[in-house]
């Protein structure tokens, strides 16, 4: 059974960096798109962004000074780095598989349970 | 940037049939797909490309998209229903999905 799971530190202190992993057990890292979204406590979602099994990645402008996204085939993780965090990225943070088909249909099929971070001193 | 509007909340009865909205700018040129997320939860995808519904999800959810609203449909609603249902496009001139602010639908 294909499934993600989320893996990193729950607790991170303000202007240090969010680091996250993402790891894809019973089936296949390739060939898909890869992305991270998190919700904030009692909200709705917003899209961090999304790598290609080949390394081809995009982001949400309103993080993307702060965000890099990696992927490692080899041991079939994807990874997060959130730079400068504050108490605003305080966020249960999803990892979710991409389905891709053509320029208007893309949507989140397989997700991970997420992991809440908490930025606090 | 793309706008998804949903309301935050609807109502209904057990037995009857939830309707969840989702507005958009022409709409019904993008392909929409519904999540939803129970409390504490991940979401999962209940409909996809409009109206298509993945492996595993009943029939009694379906999906509608015409002009400016697509329309998420739950019929012989039960209290295992209870959740927020989220809408989203993806958005071609950003390149980025986007999500619709979210729906807490409650049974009665």
């Known amino acids: 059974q294909e499934q993600l799971q989320e893996s990193g530190p729950g607790l991170v202190k303000p202007s240090e960096t969010l680091s996250l992993t993402c790891t894809v057990s019973?089936?296949?890292?390739?060939?898909?798109?890869w992305s991270w979204i998190r919700q904030p406590p009692g909200k709705g979602l917003e899209y961090i962004g999304y790598?290609?099994?080949?390394?081809?990645?995009n982001y949400n402008p309103s993080l993307n000074s702060r965000v890099t996204i990696s992927v490692d085939t080899s041991n079939k993780q994807f990874s997060l780095k959130l730079t400068s965090v504050t108490a605003a990225d305080t966020a249960v943070y999803y990892c979710?598989?991409?389905?891709?088909?053509?320029?208007?249909?893309?949507?989140?099929?397989?997700w991970g349970r997420g992991t809440l971070v908490t930025v606090s001193s | 940037s793309y706008v998804l509007t949903q309301p935050p909340s609807v109502s209904v009865a057990p037995g009857q049939t939830a309707r969840i909205t989702c507005g958009g700018n022409?709409?019904?040129?993008?392909?929409v797909q519904w999540y939803q997320q129970k409390p504490g939860q991940a979401p999962v995808l209940v409909v996809y490309?409009?109206?298509d519904r993945p492996s595993g999800i009943p029939e009694r959810f379906s999906g509608s998209n015409s002009g400016n609203t697509a329309t998420l449909s739950i019929s012989r609603v039960d209290a295992g229903d209870e959740a927020d249902y989220y809408c989203?496009?993806?958005?071609?001139?950003?390149?980025?999905?986007?999500f619709g602010g979210g729906t807490k639908m409650t049974v009665l």
């Open positions: 790598i290609y099994y080949r390394g081809r990645t």
């Open positions: 490309d409009d109206r």
């Open positions: 979710a598989r991409t389905r891709w088909f053509g320029e208007f249909l893309r949507y989140f099929d397989l």
């Open positions: 022409n709409v019904a040129s993008k392909s």
């Open positions: 019973g089936g296949s890292i390739n060939s898909y798109y």
């Open positions: 989203q496009v993806w958005d071609s001139s950003s390149d980025l999905p986007v």
